[in-house]
């Protein structure tokens, strides 16, 4: 691993340990040039799997990508990020597990729902309201009435901070 410092090529890996989640080992390294330190993680990277989206398209299953559309979902809610990474390689285990090289876009989709579902209400209405492309009102309140704490959310704010997020990237 190059040194992010100085360039030189000669480093060494000084610790390595499993993350909270046992999803990646994080690795302590220093350089034997310049004496730097940095840290790296290393993930099973689902380079094989294809998602297929409802366009038609296939395009490559980029980790990156379903976390930063969580993130849209998660935003200014009481959610530790750690929660919102763990949801994540959930996710992606579970999709490594199935063994299938290519996974509709839909199928990730209702799993990010259902570990939304667990972890924020709001955050899940977003989500599920980007996802699912609602146009009427009318499917939001079906929406809101599946969920246990449905009285905490006010649909009318739901239904505004989802209209106004349609237009956001939809996967
Ligand atoms: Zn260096």
């Known amino acids: 691993m190059r040194c ?6 000669n480093t060494q890996v000084k610790d390595s340990r499993p ?8 690795r302590r390294r220093s350089c034997s040039d310049c004496g730097g330190r940095f840290t790296t993680f290393e993930r099973i990277q689902l380079r094989e799997l294809t ?7 296939r395009v490559p299953f ?7 559309s969580v993130q849209v979902a998660m935003r200014k809610r009481p959610v530790e990020p750690e929660r919102l990474e763990r ?9 490594e597990n199935a063994g299938e090289s290519e996974v509709s876009a839909s199928t990730i989709g209702n799993m990010v729902m259902d570990g ?19 146009r009427e009102a009318r499917d939001f ?3 809101l009435g599946e969920l246990s704490n449905s009285e905490e959310i006010n649909p009318e704010d739901a239904i505004q901070s989802a209209r106004s997020r349609n237009t956001s990237e939809t996967s």
């Open 4 to 9: 992010p410092y100085c360039g030189c090529e």
């Open 87 to 95: 949801m994540v390689s959930g996710i992606v285990r579970q999709l």
């Open 141 to 143: 309140e079906e929406l």
């Open 51 to 57: 998602v297929h989206k409802r366009s038609g398209r």
């Open 116 to 134: 939304l579902k667990a972890l924020d209400d709001v955050a899940y209405v977003r989500f599920a309201s980007v996802y699912k492309d609602f």
């Open 62 to 68: 980029d980790r990156d990508k379903l976390v930063r």
């Open 19 to 26: 993350s909270e989640d046992n999803s990646a080992i994080r």
